[in-house]
C-alpha cells in the first residue's frame, strides 16, 4: 500500500520532512520512503491511499501507562482531600485497585486503548495493578490490546502492601505471562517484570522478584523516587537510598525503567547512567500529586536515558509534551529551560529507543524502509514557514491530538477518517459506564471499612 501525498515527519536519524512525500506498507513494515511522484512511478500497481494533504508521521509512544487507573474518572474521593503523596496512595490508588474485578480489568484497558488509537499513541508500556483479581489479569489486558491492533508491553506491579500472599501472585503472574510470550510470542506483545516501589517492597520480596526473573530475559519496571517518601522509607529500611537499595537488589539494567526519578541525588544518577537504566518523565503526574520536579535535563546532559509517559493521563502524547515544555520553564524561572529539541529528545527519540528494548527487530518512533509501518495521519495547516528544525514549536503549540484522523498499526489501519476501525467505541464506554458504577460502589465500602 502506499499512502500518498502528504508532509511525511520521518523523525530518527533522517530527521526530515518530505513535502508530497509518500510512504510504501509493506505487511507490518515500511518498505520505501519518499517523494510521492517517485513512488507511485516505482510501485505501479500498488493500492493507493490519498493523505489529502495531511502529515504522515510515527505513531507515539508512552513509555509508562496504567490502564488500571481509568475508573478514577470524575470520581469522588471520601473524607479530607489528600494532603500528601503517600495519602493519595492509600486513599485513592490503593483502594481503586482493590476494586477492580478481572471484568473491570478488561474495560479499564479498552477505555484507554480506545483512547491511544484515538490520540494516535501506537505503542504504550503498561504497569497493571489488581490486588482481588491478580492471576490471568495480563492476558485479559493482552486480549484487549490485540482486540484494539495496538502495540504493548504489560507487566504485574508486585507489592507487599497486600500481605505475602498477593505478593507472591503478583511474582507468578509476571512470570507467567513473559513465559507465556517466549513460548509463543505475540508481535505486537512484551513483558517485563513489575514491581510497585521501592517503599512497598521488603528486601526478601525484591531477591524473590530477581530470582523469578532470572531466564526470563526481560527488565523491571518500578516508580522510584516519586515522593519524597519513598527514600525516607528506603533510608529507614535498607540505609540507602532508592536508586542505590535497586542497584544492589539487581533490579537496574539497560532493560529496566524506574519511573519518575524525582527525588535522586548525584550518586544515584551515576548508577542509573553506568547502569543504562531507563528513566521515564510523566510532569502531568508529578504536577498533580505535587511530588515535584524530576531533574530531567540534568539527567539527559549527563547521559541517562530519559523517555517519557503519560502515568496514566490521556493518552495524548502531546499533552504532556506540552506540560514538560512549559513546566520545567516555569519550576526554573528561566524561559531557556526544556527547549523544543529537549522534549524531542525524550519523547520521540529516547522513547523510540526504549520501544526497541521491547520490539528489538525493527525500528519505532520513525518513518523510514525497513520500520515499522506505526504512523498516523495528522490534519494540521500551518500558517507560518514549518521545517524539521521547527516542528516541534509547531507541535508544541498547533497540534492538537483531535488532528489526528488515523491511525496504522504494523500496517493495519485502526482508525481511517477518525472512525475506529477495532473497537465499538459507544459499546465500549456503555459497558465500562455499568461496570465503574459497581466499582466505585466496592471502592467506598474499602474507604469505610
Ligand atoms: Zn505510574
Redesign the pocket.
Known amino acids: 500500500m502506499l499512502i500518498t501525498n502528504g508532509r511525511v515527519v520521518t523523525f530518527g536519524e533522517a530527521n526530515e520532512i518530505i513535502e508530497n512525500g509518500a510512504v510504501r506498507v509493506d505487511g507490518e513494515l515500511l518498505s520505501d520512503v519518499g517523494q510521492a511522484h517517485q513512488l507511485e512511478q516505482a510501485y505501479p500497481d500498488e493500492e493507493v491511499v490519498d493523505a489529502g494533504g495531511q502529515f504522515i508521521m510515527p505513531g507515539n509512544i508512552c513509555g ?1 501507562t ?1 490502564f488500571y487507573g481509568a475508573f478514577s474518572r470524575g470520581m469522588a474521593i471520601p473524607g479530607d482531600p489528600a494532603r500528601d503523596f503517600p495519602e493519595i496512595l492509600d486513599k485513592l490508588w490503593w483502594r481503586l485497585d482493590k476494586a477492580l474485578s478481572p471484568e473491570d480489568v478488561k474495560y479499564s484497558a479498552l477505555v484507554c486503548l480506545v483512547d491511544a488509537v484515538k490520540h494516535g499513541t501506537t505503542t504504550l508500556i503498561d ?1 497493571h495493578a489488581s490486588p482481588n483479581a491478580i492471576e490471568g489479569s495480563l492476558d485479559t489486558i493482552a486480549e484487549a490490546v490485540e482486540q484494539a491492533g495496538l502495540r504493548a508491553s504489560l507487566c504485574y506491579e508486585v507489592t507487599d502492601r497486600d500481605g505475602p500472599e498477593r505478593a507472591q501472585a503478583g511474582i507468578e503472574e509476571n512470570v507467567r505471562f513473559a513465559r507465556s510470550l517466549l513460548d509463543n510470542p505475540k508481535s505486537q506483545l512484551a513483558a517485563s517484570f513489575g514491581l510497585h516501589a521501592s517503599l512497598t517492597l521488603s528486601a526478601e520480596t525484591l531477591v524473590d522478584c530477581v530470582a523469578a526473573a532470572d531466564g526470563l530475559d526481560i527488565g523491571f519496571h518500578i ?1 522510584a523516587a516519586e515522593g519524597i517518601s519513598d527514600q525516607e522509607d528506603s533510608l529507614r529500611k535498607s540505609g540507602k537510598r532508592v536508586v542505590e537499595r535497586l542497584n544492589d537488589a539487581g533490579i537496574l539494567g539497560p532493560k529496566s525503567i524506574l ?2 526519578c524525582v527525588h535522586v541525588d548525584a550518586w544515584e544518577m551515576e548508577l542509573l547512567r553506568d547502569t543504562g537504566t531507563w528513566v521515564t518523565h ?1 510532569p502531568r ?1 508529578n504536577m498533580n500529586n505535587a511530588v515535584g520536579v524530576a531533574p530531567v535535563e540534568t539527567m539527559m546532559r549527563g547521559g541517562i536515558k530519559v523517555g517519557m ?1 503519560n ?2 493521563f490521556s493518552n495524548n502524547m502531546w499533552a504532556e509534551w506540552k506540560a514538560a515544555y512549559l513546566l520545567h520553564k516555569l519550576w526554573h524561572g528561566d524561559p531557556r529551560r526544556m527547549g523544543g529539541y529537549d522534549i524531542i529528545s525524550m519523547a520521540v527519540t529516547n522513547n523510540a529507543s526504549l520501544a526497541r528494548v521491547f520490539w528489538p527487530s525493527a525500528a519505532l518512533g520513525e518513518l523510514a524502509p525497513g520500520a515499522y509501518a506505526d504512523l498516523i495521519l495528522v490534519d494540521y495547516h500551518p500558517f507560518t514557514e514549518l521545517s524539521a528544525g521547527n516542528l516541534p514549536w509547531h507541535i508544541l503549540f498547533g497540534f492538537e491530538a483531535s488532528a489526528v484522523t488515523s491511525t496504522m498499526v504494523a500496517g493495519k489501519w485502526l482508525m481511517r477518517d477518525r472512525k475506529l476501525l477495532t473497537l465499538d467505541e459507544a459499546a465500549i464506554a456503555a459497558r465500562a459506564r455499568e461496570l465503574s458504577t459497581e466499582t466505585w460502589k466496592r471502592y467506598w465500602e474499602l474507604g469505610n471499612s
Open positions: 509508562h496504567h504497569h516508580h519511573v519518575h510523566q503526574s509517559g502515568d496514566g
